[in-house]
């Protein structure tokens, strides 16, 4: 889906503003919701490489590297090309879900950056999100050019 998605979009378009008729779907370029996926995917592989060792927490010095790419992604995300950054989201899930085939432990509960939770919740807000980001960029391909756009 998510790639369906961004496939949608011209890419001319990908690094652009969405016009301000539409800025309530989203105030974001294409490619900043792709890069905030791709970072946010990264951290939840991360987190399920933890389950997998059977769980520790971070020292404050790995999870602010880790998540530095995520909270610098308003200048971060023009640093990498849209096929760049697709690349890496495919590579980042397809990590993930090659980790989650290993699992046996899904209700192990850590402590981590959201709060106390296992993993099956970790994955399930991860696919979620994945899914909230990919309604916006179907939402950016199907109404840039609409004319007379009302929402709904």
């Known amino acids: 889906m998510l790639a369906g998605a961004w496939a949608a979009i011209p890419q001319e378009r990908w690094a652009a503003l969405p016009p301000e008729r539409i800025r309530r779907m989203s105030s974001w370029p294409a490619q900043l919701h792709l890069y ?10 991360a987190f399920a490489a933890i389950w997998q060792e059977g769980g520790r927490e971070l020292t404050r010095e790995e999870e602010a590297e880790l998540v530095r790419p995520y909270r610098e992604q308003e200048t971060g995300w023009q640093q990498l090309s849209g096929a760049e950054t697709m690349a890496g989201m495919r590579e980042q899930r397809r990590i993930l879900l090659a980790q989650l085939a290993q699992t046996s432990d899904w209700d192990a509960v850590h402590d981590i950056l959201v709060g106390t939770h296992n993993l099956r919740w970790v994955i399930a807000k991860c696919f ?25």
């Open 36 to 45: 905030h996926l791709y970072q946010y995917e990264r951290i939840t592989v």
């Open 128 to 152: 979620q999100h994945t899914l909230e980001h990919t309604t916006t960029l179907l939402q950016l391909a199907l109404f840039w050019d609409r004319t007379g756009f009302r929402g709904g």
